[in-house]
């Protein structure tokens, strides 16, 4: 990538309400890929290091402000005058005196990479230009403004689909919304643009017109990814982005050293992070900043939201968020970690177990049909079958701390809160009520039973009745039998 720090201003235009979306929450703020479309827009920009980076906002001002505030961000608003003109004559408002280049994005194209952008400003800058388009050449171009050239070749006129006649709607060189512009040129033309068009509206694409007419250069460069340059405007075109980015960030990782069996079901957010020899299986999401360690293997059929995977570890079948797994560690089939479970080290979180708020220690395992919230358990514990933590007494939840070579017996709970000793046992079907001393055994077993005749006199005329009878009767022909026989 060239040097682009010289006098570079980039203008983020986030104003539009969007409203082929058919949404309540701006375009720009849809997400692909876990982040929103203008995020990726601005993390782009920065990636080119300008002095400044300006976000043009209007609609729902509010939530798109919040959503792009940094220290390295400026927030300008947009006043009742409409069009990405007046957005932009806004933002050089904002910065007084600047003389250098302003490159200008659009906040619903989130594709566009930095080197893209980096050699459009080479270009512009070499060509001496006082302003350089950013074109793609499509089959169908329609819904995009048409790049318009002269006989030369030279960029004459943007026109805007609605404002285009039969002859410029077939052009199939469309503009991106990206530019570069020299400041003064475009400060200069920007106060000539007017409003007489068929959505009455302030267009930027106007002052390549008026430069034109002022006899100044204008060029134009085709983006090397069509794709990438395209925006979003309703919900097949994010999908298509989405798709699009997935793609491109799984075959990042691809070449990184990660194997992942199958593209098309794999879905991983820009932040996640894969080491070499990460395996990952089909229908398997790793979103947010979702960390994988060497020699990890998740899914099939997972999705991990800001979790770190340890080296080694397997996670199979398993919903988790912000967890923390240790290396050669393994969890699932069926399990649901919630945020907060830290399983430590050659540990196991095993079939449909649910974990919340809890760190299980070195070596230790919840192997199948449990519940472990506000939970601490110590090194090489074993947990056994159905086993809950009951941490919640109708008013406020509390923990339950297990210490180190526990184990317990089947279907124990343990009334929070409540510890275990070191070393202790509990008993099968045991309530734990109570703190249970190192070493010893707890159990609370009622003596068994039985009451005899029971079904018979409470449930008359089931077919449970019809079997006691039914078995009663041949007991009674088996006892005869045996008589006689003796």
Not at 428 to 451: C, E, T, W, Y
Request: with cysteine; net charge negative; aromatic share 4%.
């Amino acid at each position: 990538m060239s040097d682009t720090t010289a006098s570079l201003v980039v203008v983020v235009l986030a104003a539009g309400q969007g409203t082929r979306m058919k949404s309540a929450l701006p375009k720009v703020l849809h997400p692909i890929g876990g982040r929103t479309l203008v995020g990726h827009v601005v993390h782009t920009a920065r990636a080119l290091s300008p002095e400044s980076v300006l976000v043009v906002v209007r609609h729902d001002r509010d939530r798109v402000a919040a959503a792009v505030e940094a220290d390295d961000v400026r927030v300008v608003d947009q006043d009742e005058v409409p069009g990405t003109g007046r957005a932009v004559e806004q933002a050089l408002e904002a910065i007084p005196g600047f003389e250098g280049d302003v490159l200008v994005l659009s906040g619903d194209v989130p594709l566009l990479e930095a080197d893209t952008l980096a050699a459009l400003i080479d270009a512009h800058r070499q060509s001496g230009a006082a302003a350089t388009v950013l074109s793609a050449v499509l089959s169908d171009g329609t819904g995009y403004g048409r790049v318009i050239r002269d006989a030369e070749g030279s960029v004459e006129r943007i026109v805007e689909q609605k404002d285009a006649t039969a002859d410029e709607a077939s052009v199939n060189e469309i503009n991106a919304g990206v530019y570069v512009f020299r400041a003064p040129a475009l400060r200069t033309q920007l106060s000539f643009v007017g409003t007489a068009n068929a959505l009455g509206e302030k267009y930027l694409t106007d002052v390549v017109g008026l430069l034109r007419t002022a006899r100044e250069l204008v060029a134009a460069a085709a983006a090397p990814d069509a794709a990438a340059a395209l925006g979003v405007n309703d919900r097949v075109q994010l999908a298509e982005a989405g798709r699009l980015l997935n793609a491109r960030t799984v075959r990042r990782w691809q070449l990184e050293g990660a194997t992942i069996i199958d593209p098309a079901t794999t879905w991983i957010d820009v932040d996640a992070v894969l080491a070499p020899d990460v395996t990952v299986l089909p229908n398997t999401q790793l979103l947010g900043a979702t960390v994988i360690a060497t020699g990890a293997t998740v899914g099939p059929d997972s999705t991990l939201t800001d979790c770190e995977i340890g080296e080694g570890a397997t996670v199979t079948r398993t919903q988790a968020t912000l967890a923390v797994i240790g290396a050669g560690a393994t969890v699932g089939p069926f399990s649901y970690l919630r945020p907060g479970t830290y399983l430590g080290a050659g540990g196991k979180i095993g079939t449909f177990v649910e974990t919340k708020n809890s760190t299980i220690g070195d070596g230790s395992k919840v192997p199948h049909l449990s519940y472990i919230g506000d939970t601490t358990i110590g090194t090489g514990v074993n947990l056994g079958a159905g086993a809950i933590t009951a941490n919640y007494d109708d008013i406020a939840k509390h923990r339950t701390e297990i210490g180190d070579e526990v184990h317990t017996g089947s279907h124990n709970v343990f009334v929070a809160p409540v510890r275990i000793g070191d070393g202790a046992k509990t008993g099968a079907g045991a309530v734990i009520r109570k703190d249970v001393p190192a070493g010893a055994l707890a159990l609370s077993v009622a003596p068994q039973r039985n009451v005899e005749g029971w079904v018979e006199t409470n449930r008359p005329g089931t077919g449970a009745a019809a079997a006691v009878v039914k078995s009663r009767s041949a007991q009674k022909a088996d006892d005869g039998a045996q008589e006689e026989d003796g």
